[in-house]
């Protein structure tokens, strides 16, 4: 069964750091577009940062450029640095995925994990 597990949220003080980490379970993310994608309560998901399947190229939300970095690590493991983290960044992190290269929106990605709690306090 396919499935994404996100892992590493928490509650951290405005300016300080979070890695969230998607792992893969029972499949290879290699060639796979991989999208981390957050909601926050009444609000719709929205994408934070993308990193293409067939090249790596990545794309950030202006809210998060500068500050989050996506990255992989070997087959099956996504990684998105967070730091100096701001209240506004509160939400559930989804990380997603698409095959090939796919434009960073909800839409474009499947396989949703459950999510994972990020709360920034100022």
């Known amino acids: 069964q396919v499935q994404l597990v996100e892992s590493g949220g928490g509650l951290v003080q405005a300016g300080e750091s979070l890695r969230l980490s998607c792992t893969a379970s029972?499949?290879?993310?290699?060639?796979?577009?991989i999208g981390w994608f957050r909601q926050a309560p009444g609000k719709d998901r929205e994408a934070v940062a993308c990193?293409?399947?067939?090249?790596?190229?990545t794309f950030y939300a202006d809210s998060v450029k500068g500050r989050f970095t996506i990255s992989r690590s070997g087959k099956n493991t996504a990684y998105l640095q967070m730091d100096s983290l701001k209240p506004e960044d509160t939400a559930v992190y989804y990380c997603?995925?698409?095959?090939?290269?796919?434009?960073?929106?909800?839409?474009?990605?499947?396989?949703w994990g459950q999510g994972t709690q990020v709360t920034v306090y100022s």
């Open positions: 990193i293409s399947g067939s090249d790596d190229t």
């Open positions: 997603g995925d698409a095959l090939g290269q796919a434009s960073c929106v909800p839409s474009h990605f499947g396989d």
């Open positions: 029972g499949f290879s993310l290699e060639h796979w577009s």
